[in-house]
Every structure is written in C-alpha cells, then in structure tokens.
C-alpha cells in the first residue's frame, strides 16, 4: 500500500498501518511541526491554515540561523525520520518534480505558464493563477520564506 500521510494522522500512524510506501518527501516535512493532531475544523480549508499557520511558527526560527547551525539543526531533525523509515524499510518516492513545480510557481511564473502540460489543466485554473489568486494553497508569502528550508530538508535525506 502506497499512499500519503493525512495530517491528522501522521508517519506513526500510517507506519501502524502497514503502508509500504509513503509519497511525497514533504509529507515527511509535517512530522516537525508539532500538529495537534486531535484538532477538528468544521470549515473547508481550515486544517490547511492551522497547518501552515504551525509550520510557519515552528520553522520560521530556522531562517534567521547562520548557514552551518542551520545545517545541523536540520540534520539532527531528519536523522530520526530517516532512521525509522530505514528500520521499518519504508521507502518514500520524492517526486521532486513536484517541489520543482512549486518553486515555479512562486519564484518563476512565467516560466510555469510555459510548461507543455498547462494544455491539461482546467482553464479556471490557469486563470485564477494568472490573476495572482492560485500560488500553493493561499499562503504564498509564508511558502516562499520556508522554501529554502525545504530544498535544504531534501538535500539532507
């Protein structure tokens, strides 16, 4: 079984599932935040902007740090996910293209309209993109400050 990580589940509870595979290495990223895991929304979208919201405040200090203590603080993060996925031999698929889009999108939107595979996307959405209205969930200024630590997180796995 190979799947994603719900928030409100996490890494320890799929691993007690039994999932074989776990897609997306920034599903991996959601196991620092501190999520309460017990909380409940009643409005669409709400659980995204808790989430975001928590992982802004928890990775925000991250940005101010000199690169080398930054570097190590990461590590000595990832190193006990890493370690468990290893143990239970759990692979994960990156799909970094996915991030590579992302990125596109926030850093180089011009560049992202000219993707081949816009022809597929709903016109709705391609507009609602061009109007500044569709940049990763709502929460664009936040995502482009967590960015780097992101690509630094990928780096270390």
Not at 4 to 27: C, N, R, T
Request: charged letters at 25%; glycine letters at 6%.
């Amino acid at each position: 079984m190979a799947g994603h990580i719900p928030f409100q589940v996490g890494l320890e509870g799929v691993l007690a599932e039994g999932m074989d595979e776990i897609a997306h290495f920034e599903e991996l990223l959601w196991e620092f935040v501190g999520l309460d895991r017990d909380r409940y929304f009643p409005t669409k979208g709400a659980w995204m902007a808790y989430v975001i919201r928590t992982a802004f405040s928890s990775f925000g200090p991250y940005l101010d740090l000199d690169p080398q203590d930054k570097d190590r603080e990461i590590d000595d993060m990832i190193t006990p996910i890493v370690s468990k996925l290893i143990n239970r031999d759990v692979p994960f698929c990156t799909t970094l293209v996915v991030d590579d889009i992302i990125v596109q999108k926030l850093f180089e939107p011009d560049l992202f309209l000219k993707n081949p595979e816009i022809r597929y996307m709903p016109q709705g959405y391609i507009e609602s993109f061009q109007a500044g209205r569709k940049n990763t969930n709502g929460s664009s200024k936040m995502v482009r400050r967590l960015r780097p630590l992101n690509t630094r997180w990928i780096k270390s796995c």
